[in-house]
């Protein structure tokens, strides 16, 4: 019997939940498990637990975690620094510390920082959401498919990864493994960037004295461009707080490409504008036509992995150059 | 029996004529209707009636325009002025000419400086759409309660008005009355900006050497806000060339924006962050419900009308202060 401990239990925490216990222990390399759940906010518990997200509750961090073998953190980015420091005096040797924020470099410092040597940090990113927030919005299938992001430092034990990459593929996630910086730098281009150009199309228009004809004749094409903007502002503001290297660096070259195009609009150059949409559609096009599902393609990009170890938990722990289970 | 003419048999020409021809003639304004269908493109035309968008194709502008009651013109928006110019020749008194492209003022411009004063003009612009193109994607519920914007003149006549506005109704569109320079600032905001944001993201993250990488990486807040990007370029290149003007404002206020985010961002000032996306939530939830099935709030904007009137066409045509059909 694998124990894992969710503290936060929102979209993320709650779905990870679900997705665990509803696995079939016969063929998920945890084996059993027990979920435990934690939130500072008794009544998102309750609701985590009303939903069959977690075995049981704990009224604290330290029942929390007690004889536990997994940490999962699952809170917004900004508090994970403070629960790290909370889980310090608690911790025992051997337990494997992960989280799921959208930025990885913060996360791995403030870890190497401050969590003990006798316990192992891999940080995950899982690819998924949804616009709403909340167990209330959690679901078991959030993270079938997707590619989950695992950031593993050199001295981390083969062990601990096999753990959090068990449980990866126990959710229905594809691992992963990417550098911090590298990660950060990425996801700041196709997740943090659109989040951005899509609160700002909104915060544009909706800032026009025009704004109610606008709002009449917006249709479909404003509704997809827009969509992101709907998300929880507390999360979008703290995911864009913590990567402002990765992203600034995108905002300008957005803003550079943006101009270039202004200019060749007003100068009349339509066959200066008409190759980069050529080009937008052919790129856009292929990327889509990669993936069934809209999901990026996994097994392009899966590492191979040197030795097969049996592992702490008892287990052969499938590793990333393992077929996928069909 | 109301003849209508489609010149342009793509997506928006074939859907309205399969909408057209569904109709129920004792539900619609507009009676009975023959639809001609003419392309300069014969496998198009072919196509076209092959999904039965036309009752019958014409080989000429001639043939297609011959004793027919209204033209709509449903070529891309670049080569309407040639259309109309070869339509003057064999215009006949009372005809009345629409057309369907999403540029208003530059479309108006051509026709007054183009077609004889015995046709009437009519700019219309339905806000409805796919990303794909051409006769294959044209399906009769397109303009289901989608608004329709219709830009006349102030010496257009009632009758022709009335056609228009009839024909509209007819495909299950909703006419939102409004001046040309006034529509192209506003869909300049609510389309052309949405959609040049969105081909941009592609193009600038499709640029990077870390494309394969941020390929695997990107999820569902990739793929829609970059929706747009593949649309038909050449299509698209027409619309943003067309309307310069109403497009470098918005471009100019969405950089200023961005960059405003983007310093905030760097300063660390989250606060400043958090609110606009608090307010782009907000002004988008609004938005979105403020209409059932993601369309504009037809209701509030339709426009009164003065005077019920007798068209020429032998039916008191419903005009837009009438209740809608349920």
Redesign the interface.
């Known amino acids: 019997m694998i124990r894992i401990t969710i503290i936060g239990l929102g979209l993320i925490g709650s779905s990870l939940g679900m997705a665990l216990r509803n696995a079939d222990p016969k063929e998920s390399a945890l084996g059993a498990v027990e979920i435990i759940g934690y939130d500072r906010d008794p009544a998102v518990t309750r609701e985590s637990r009303g939903r069959l997200a977690i075995d049981r509750p704990a009224r604290s961090l330290a029942e929390a975690i007690d004889g536990t073998d997994i940490i999962v953190l699952a809170t917004p980015v900004q508090t994970i620094r403070a629960v790290m420091q909370d889980l310090v005096p608690l911790l025992a040797e051997g337990m494997v510390v992960t989280d799921v924020a959208s930025t990885k470099l913060l996360v791995g410092q403030w870890a190497a920082e401050l969590l003990p040597s006798q316990v192992d940090f891999i940080g995950g990113h899982p690819?998924?959401?949804r616009e709403q927030s909340g167990p209330k919005a959690a679901k078991p299938d959030l993270f079938k498919d997707?590619?989950y992001?695992l950031t593993a430092g050199p001295r981390t034990r083969a062990v601990a990864i096999d753990a959090v990459d068990a449980l990866v593929r126990t959710v229905g996630a594809k691992p992963?493994y990417?550098e911090a910086a590298?990660h950060d730098?990425?996801?700041a281009?196709?997740?943090h960037?659109?989040?951005?150009?899509?609160?700002?199309?909104?915060?544009?228009?909706?800032a026009?004295s025009?704004?109610k004809?606008?709002?009449?004749?917006?249709?479909?094409?404003?509704?997809?461009?827009?969509?992101?903007?709907?998300?929880d502002?507390?999360m979008?503001?703290d995911i864009?707080?913590t990567n402002?290297h990765g992203?600034?660096r995108?905002?300008?070259?957005?803003?550079a490409?943006?101009?270039t195009?202004?200019a060749a609009?007003?100068q009349?150059r339509?066959d200066e504008?008409?190759a980069?949409?050529?080009?937008?559609?052919q790129?856009?096009?292929e990327?889509?036509a990669?993936r069934p599902g809209?999901?990026?393609?996994?097994a392009?990009?899966e590492q191979p992995v040197q030795i097969d170890r049996p592992s702490l938990l008892g287990l052969r722990l499938p590793r990333n150059n393992d077929k996928p289970r069909t």
Do not use: H
């Not at 960037?193 to 909706?206: F, I």
């Open positions: 690819m998924a959401g997707a590619i992001c992963y990417i590298e730098a990425y996801v281009g196709i997740s960037l659109p989040l951005l150009l899509s609160s700002t199309l909104v915060s544009v228009t909706g026009s025009g704004w004809e606008l709002a009449a004749l917006a249709s479909t094409g404003f509704r997809d461009v827009s969509r992101l903007a709907s998300g502002p507390q979008q503001s864009l707080m402002p992203l600034t995108w905002i300008d070259a957005y803003i490409e943006l101009s195009m202004r609009i007003e009349g339509a504008v008409g980069m949409l050529q080009r937008a559609k790129t856009r096009d990327w889509l990669a809209l999901r990026p393609g996994e392009d990009f």
